[in-house]
Structures are given as structure tokens and as C-alpha cells.
């Protein structure tokens, strides 16, 4: 990785609420960093740019302006890697259109910019700065409000014929009677091991036994993943059971997923994996009882040491080493346009 | 693909009854082909490496002698691409043993060698000659005595972090009460999508029903999918329905499998994909009930058009393109050794 002429890459989570922005050094430090609200600019995603052009200003002025800045690497919901677009995210403020905000970021800002969407970017902060620094193999596991994944062949992300590979949230594992997924399908991973899915487990089992448990505290459409760790971790039996429930399902599901690259590790980054052993105990041992004998104990079941404030910032950054420093690209030019 | 130099590859199907040499030029025609029995070379591999160099002198020196030809591709069961070993298969001759047959190859012709699994090897012929041709993003599904699969990212077959990657017929895809497979596990699709799988299912059906069929015209034990094909076509309602489950529990599978690297095209190949549409039909229904919606429309299911006699050492041949001509390679060098 040359560093001399451009030491620094810039990332951009750009989530529903916030559009959080850092500028990274190659050691995965955020030297500086700024951040906006991505709603409240108008419909027009131009609005958006331009405001969030102006607060980055004093932090690019911060390291040495913008000559200094490899890149900008946008991790997105929705993102796409070879059209440097959102498509159609519909928690965002320009809902059903496809927005070119690789190539509108940079003209603005006179630097390349690639885009690709969060579990993809956390991959890539796990390759650059994480768990999977010297990995050329892995598969991302992100459990929070969904469950998403960035899958890494030969060092380099899978993003498929459309840019929308990995989508391991949305395999389905319950062939029969399986529970209704947000994205209208039945029986989806993530309709089971997500956050949401840990709740809608506990809300199952809490309106149809009456076992008592800590977790009947809570009002029942109250009830949160966060409600069913805690109360595990203080020894209730039926939280332990629904944690036991996430946790063989996801490592049968994991198990399954080396068949396709047979990966040095599966990392598991978000909300759900504070839980620890609570969960991860189950995950390795459905895991180690389902997996092929040809991959028996190669591939690790690691959880991310990233912080968790910074990941999301960092694996977007990540994107942005990619682009060769001395090669002089205009500013209309980021990358992956050439694959769209 | 520079052929100036050395016009030809030469490709060796390794099975457990034959070993089959051809030597194909770049439109995939195979102008010379030889074959020795598997077996009967005593226990040592080195026997069996003379013997078959011995029988291929003629056909090389057909095509204007070894100088003509870039390097051998091997197509083997546990055939493993990074050490360029047979790696303990059960059904040939050398048994438990790890067999490093592409540098014996090697060091007997004098020119790269290449190994892969013959599923694999199924994946790089059609990229090379068949329906994956100029596809960058597919994944094949051979549907024989088992079910095997190799997956191609970016233009690469993914090998993995140990050369075994892409093992889809071993995926489970029958949770709870699954059939138990030949590999010790329970659920596996190779266990219900093979052609094996099928006689099963057929065998299943008889034995617990009375239902007339005439898959009762054949004694039970007998029984082999090609039964169930033959009297599907014939409009018996079982054989059809036997079918059908396996098709849909095909197409299930093969929508799961589009999460991963979202491909231009999954390519059916073996046995059980002569029963044409009787398959195919509810395999394609239930990839498109099962498709997640980013993925609609986007992935083609194809059949294999290559000569089935021919296939497998076109396969294994195309291995061998990847070696580049003008490079001088010592006699033990085979490519893939630098990643073992």
C-alpha cells in the first residue's frame, strides 16, 4: 500500500438518520471527522451534497486539504458497487429513485469515490484494519435490525453480475411454515437471527406458553433483542433457550455457507453479538456439528473487535485504498464506473 | 487467448473406472483422444503415471509432439487446484492416500499441469466452450450420482482458502429429519437432487404407499432415477410427482444459492437433466417463487449443450489455457503449487 503522495482515505456512513463522515489513516486511525443529517436537505439529493460538501471543508482543511485524500469510500444501504448508486432505499430521503451519489460526491470534491452497501464496507474494514487483516477468505456476518454480509473470494469482495451479491440475510432456512420476511418472502435467515428476529422470537414464545420469565417485565411489544440478552445473562431460562434457538440456527446456516468458499472465518459484527458467549456458544456448536468433514476446524467464528461508533466509517473508508494515488483520474472518474 | 505458440490443451478426465485423455484446441474440438483403465496399474501411482503417458505418445505425436500443447488439465474427484493432489478419494485405486498427480504429470510430459474437482472442471468447460462462454459471474450444478458444483466470481472459479470450496450438493437444505447422506450428515441436497437422491425418493413412495404406478413393473431395489424419468415422460402421476419434488426442492436451493454471488446463470449438467422439462419446469417455478426480488429476472437456468461423452475432458482441458505460453516453465512447475 503506497502511502507517500495520499495518506489518507475518507468514508462515508450514510445512514438513515446520520451521514457520518471520517478521514483514515492506513494504521485504520479517524484523524478527523464530521458528520450531518441526511434528511432535511430538500428532495434533492444535489442539496444533500452540497451541504454535506460544506462540513467536510474543516476536517479535508484539518489533514492538509484535499490533495492529501486518496479517495472517498461511501458504505450505503442499497449502495452499489458497479453503478456507484443508491437503488431504490426506501429508509432514505430520495426514496424510490436511483441516485449516482459516487459520481455526484465526486465532482463535488475532486476525488474518486466507489460506493457499496454497509455489510459490504464492514467486510472491507474487517480486510483493512480487523479481523481479517491478511485474509484473503472470509465471509461478514452483520446482525442488527437485519442480518446483512459481504463475502470476500481471493481478497476481493463478491459483487456478482449486478453489484448485489451477498445478500446471506435473505437465504432462506426455513423451507416450511418459515416466518414472514420484510422483504416479502417466508422463512429468511434474517427473519430469525437478526435483532428483530430474537424479538419476534421472544413475543412468539411469551404469547403462547405462560413459563414465567424475567422478560414478562416488559411490556410485550416492548420487547427488544437487548431485553432477551440481558435477561439471559441474569440466568433466565427462557431468554437462554430463544439465544439457543438464534444461535443453532445461525451455525447451521453459517456451516452451509462454507460450502461456497470455504473461508478462514466468518465474522460476526453488531447488536446481536454483545450478547457473547450467550449466543456465540450455540452459533460454534451447531456449527461444528453441521459442518463437511472437508472443512472440518479450518474455518474460525470470530466476532469483530472493531468500535462498533467507528466500524461502520471505517469499512467505508476501506473502499477508498483501491485507487492508485498516482494515477491521475478527473474528477468525474470513480472507479467501478466502468463496470456499470 | 494467444494460441500462436501452442495451439492445443490437453485435458484428462480421471474416473474410477477410466482415465480419458483428449487434446482440444481453442473452439473446444478434440482432435486426438486416448483412454486407459483407472485401475490395474498395481498400488503405486507412479505405475499408473507411466502407463498413461505410454498410451498418450501416439495422440501427442499426432498433433506435431509435446511443444504443441500449452499443459494438461486434470478433472479428479477430491481433486484439489492449490496442491495439485488427489486428496484421499475413496473410489480410486491409491485410496487414503494424498497423491500429488499433477507434479508427476508434470515431470512425465514436460509441460504445466493443472488439477481440479471434476465439478470444477465442469465449470471452466462450459466457460471455455459451452454455455458459460464470456460469463464472468455462474455457477454449475452437476446432477449425477451426487450433486457437485463449481463456482465461478469475476471470471475465477472460487477455490477457497483450502482448494475445496463450492461444495453445493452438500449444503442442507432439510433442516430437521433430513435424509442422511453419504457424507454422515442429514438434509443435504445431494440426498434428495442426485440421481440417487431421486431413486430414493422413488423408493420411499413405493414402500409406504399402494398407489398404482409403474414403477412397480421394476423390483423395488432395482430402482434407478432413469426409471422415474422414463415413466414421468410416459405420464405416470407418481414418477411425475417424484419430479416435481425434486425439481422444487432444486429451485429452492438454486434461489438460496443466487444470495451468494448473484449470478448471470446457474448451468445444469448429468444424468438427471435428460428428463428435460419434467425437471426443469418445476425447478424454474420454484426459483422464481423463491427468487429474493433484487434478484428477479436476472439469473438464467440453463442446460449444459456439451456432448456428455465429451464434457468432462473438455473440462479438464480448460484448466490448462490459463497457462501462459511464452513463459519458459521448468518441467516440475505446475502453477497452482505456489498456493499450496
Same mark, same amino acid.
Given at each position: ?18 451521514? =457520518?463522515? +471520517? ?18 436537505? +430538500? ?51 430520495? *426514496?424510490?429513485?436511483?441516485?449516482? #451519489? ?6 463535488? #470534491? ?12 464492514a467486510a472491507?474494514?474487517e480486510?483493512?484494519?480487523g479481523a481479517a487483516? *491478511?485474509?484473503?477468505?472470509f465471509i461478514m456476518i452483520?446482525? /442488527? ?17 449486478? +453489484? ?22 417466508? *422463512? ?63 451455525? #447451521? ?12 472465518a466468518i465474522i460476526f459484527f *453488531? ?7 450467550? #449466543? ?16 472440518? +476446524?479450518?474455518?474460525r467464528l470470530l466476532v469483530s ?9 471505517? /469499512? ?7 485507487? =492508485? ?16
Amino acid at each position: 500500500m503506497d502511502t507517500r503522495d495520499k495518506p489518507y482515505v475518507m468514508g462515508l456512513d450514510l445512514g438513515g438518520t446520520n451521514s =457520518v463522515f +471520517g478521514i483514515v489513516d492506513a494504521a485504520g486511525s479517524i484523524v478527523a471527522e464530521t458528520s450531518v443529517k441526511t434528511c432535511g436537505h +430538500g428532495p434533492e439529493p444535489e442539496t444533500y451534497v452540497r451541504d454535506c460538501v460544506e462540513a467536510l471543508r474543516p476536517i479535508i482543511d484539518q489533514v492538509g486539504g484535499v490533495a492529501q485524500i486518496r479517495g472517498l469510500g461511501i458504505g450505503a444501504p442499497n449502495g452499489n458497487y458497479y453503478s456507484g448508486c443508491i437503488e431504490y432505499a426506501p429508509n432514505l430521503p430520495w *426514496g424510490k429513485e436511483r441516485i449516482p #451519489l459516487a459520481r455526484m460526491f465526486s465532482e463535488a #470534491l475532486g476525488i474518486p469515490v466507489a460506493m457499496t452497501n454497509d455489510a459490504n464496507a464492514a467486510a472491507m474494514g474487517e480486510m483493512a484494519y480487523g479481523a481479517a487483516k *491478511g485474509m484473503k477468505n472470509f465471509i461478514m456476518i452483520t446482525l /442488527g435490525t437485519g442480518v446483512g454480509s459481504g463475502i470476500v473470494c481471493d481478497g476481493k469482495l463478491v459483487y456478482g453480475s449486478d +453489484g448485489l451479491a451477498g445478500e446471506l440475510g435473505h437465504v432462506i432456512v426455513e423451507p416450511r411454515n418459515g416466518r414472514l420476511c420484510g422483504c416479502g418472502r417466508k *422463512g429468511c435467515l434474517e427473519a430469525y437471527c437478526s435483532a428483530t428476529g430474537v424479538a419476534r422470537t421472544a413475543k412468539e414464545i411469551l404469547s403462547t406458553t405462560d413459563t414465567p420469565t424475567l422478560l414478562r417485565e416488559t411490556p410485550l411489544d416492548e420487547i427488544e433483542s437487548k431485553h432477551v440478552s440481558l435477561a439471559a445473562a441474569r440466568g433466565d431460562e427462557v431468554a437462554r433457550s430463544i439465544m439457543e434457538f438464534t444461535g443453532r440456527m445461525l451455525g #447451521l446456516a453459517c456451516a452451509n455457507f462454507v460450502c461456497f468458499n470455504s473461508p478462514e472465518a466468518i465474522i460476526f459484527f *453488531g447488536g446481536l453479538t454483545k450478547a457473547g458467549d450467550l #449466543l456465540m456458544k450455540p452459533v460454534r456448536q451447531s456449527f461444528e456439528e453441521h459442518i463437511l468433514r472437508c472443512y472440518e +476446524g479450518k474455518t474460525r467464528l470470530l466476532v469483530s473487535r472493531l468500535d462498533d461508533a467507528k466500524a461502520a466509517v471505517l /469499512g467505508a473508508s476501506a473502499l477508498a485504498w483501491d485507487f =492508485v494515488p498516482s494515477v491521475c483520474l478527473s474528477p468525474s472518474q470513480t472507479l467501478p464506473q466502468g463496470r456499470a
